[in-house]
């Protein structure tokens, strides 16, 4: 079972289970109104998961370039320069969707650091305030 915002967009980036027993993001009551609700650990791993999708996302940016460095026509005839074209072509849509899912994650993973600030300061706000109560 996903949960929240961040499970449905991991869900949806890569499938199913695809993230198996360790990619399960786990949270509170489900939020509403576009908030999900997570303790520390939960989040920082959240974090950690998706710092690992966008190394994988940057490795998959320099293979494309790699492809598009080799797309080259196998011979000198226009059929074979049609055919290094449409390749070329391919590749550039390809990098362009990459680009896209990268800036995406990198935006992700700034809010949930950002989340993860808030929360921490908190949770010490909180602990101070209950700290001098007693």
């Keep these: 079972m996903i949960i929240g915002e961040a ?5 949806a980036v890569w499938g199913g289970d695809i993230l198996g027993e360790r990619g399960r993001v786990y949270g509170g009551g489900g939020g509403g109104g576009g908030r999900f609700e997570m303790d520390p650990e939960e989040l920082a791993s959240v974090i950690g998961q998706w710092e690992a999708e966008l190394e994988k996302i940057v490795d998959d940016a320099r293979t494309i370039e790699g492809l598009a460095i080799a797309a080259v026509a196998p011979g000198q005839d ?3 320069s049609g055919y290094a074209s449409t390749t070329y072509d391919s590749i550039t849509s390809l990098q362009a969707q990459n680009d896209s899912m990268r800036k995406y994650v990198q935006n992700y993973i700034k809010k949930l650091k950002e989340a993860q600030t808030k929360t921490v300061a908190t949770d010490q706000g909180l ?8």
């Design 7 to 11: 499970g449905q967009a991991v869900q």
């Design 127 to 134: 602990s101070e305030t209950f700290g001098q109560a007693t």
């Design 78 to 80: 226009p059929a074979s």
